[in-house]
């Protein structure tokens, strides 16, 4: 089946540092990559939808300018936390949207725990 | 604005009991709904899902119907076994086909199943 690869799986970094996380689709084309994050005991929370090859869109409340995505190409997406703070701290999910014989799904990659200090 | 909503946790349950999660959405047009399981320290796996009302979701035992009518996806298991112990997440797309939008989700169920 359909797999994204994320990595890295954790990350520590100093406050006022950039962290890159970056996503995979390893056996399929993602056209449509999603960034999620998650608070501790929370739900999945939305961030940003990406497509490959244009802007991201981001949810409101989400900043764009410290949230930055790339999707350059059909089986790469990246999210980098620019100048992170300690309430960055966070666990990251990428998804992407699948699609098979008029049926579609969503496969998540791993996830980033990411803790600035 | 879509929401779901879903049962508060934790559950703790005995092995081979019944299992039901409840979850509720609202939601224009004609979601599609998921449930998502999240074992400690992994991301999010695909547990069963149901794309128009009154289709059933199956997997691993695990079973949820879409109702139209009260607007629900409960979960439920006949018999639970302690490797289900994880967190369950209630989840829909609000669009009819394509995979273009993020999902919606509930904050999700601890689900601890004791030997």
């Known amino acids: 089946g359909a797999v994204v690869s994320q990595h890295p799986s954790w990350v520590i970094c100093k406050s006022g540092t950039s962290v890159k996380i970056e996503c995979r689709s390893l056996d399929f084309q993602a056209t449509t990559m999603f960034w999620y994050r998650q608070f501790p005991k929370q739900s999945l929370m939305l961030m940003a939808t990406s497509n490959e090859g244009s802007k991201a869109t981001y949810e409101q409340g989400v900043e764009k300018d410290k949230f930055l995505i790339n999707h350059a190409s059909l089986t790469l997406s990246t999210l980098t936390v620019t100048s992170a703070h300690p309430e960055d701290s966070s666990f990251y999910i990428c998804?992407?949207?699948?699609?098979?014989?008029?049926?579609?799904?969503?496969?998540f990659g791993s996830g980033t725990r990411l803790t600035v200090v | 604005g879509d929401s779901v909503t879903q049962m508060e946790g934790p559950v703790t349950l005995s092995e081979e009991a019944f299992l039901t999660i409840n979850c509720t959405y609202t939601a224009t047009g004609y979601p599609s709904l998921f449930w998502y399981v999240q074992y400690p320290g992994e991301g999010l796996q695909l547990l069963l899902k149901?794309?128009?009302?009154?289709d059933k979701g199956s997997n691993k035992g695990f079973e949820a119907t879409y109702r139209k009518e009260t607007t629900s996806f409960h979960l439920e298991k006949g018999s639970v076994q302690v490797s289900d112990s994880a967190v369950y997440f209630c989840?829909?797309?609000?669009?009819?086909?394509?995979?273009?939008?993020?999902?919606?989700f509930g904050k999700g169920t601890h689900l601890i199943i004791q030997p």
């Open positions: 149901a794309t128009k009302a009154d």
């Open positions: 989840a829909l797309s609000d669009r009819s086909g394509g995979g273009a939008d993020g999902l919606t």
């Open positions: 998804s992407a949207s699948t699609s098979g014989q008029g049926n579609y799904g969503y496969t």
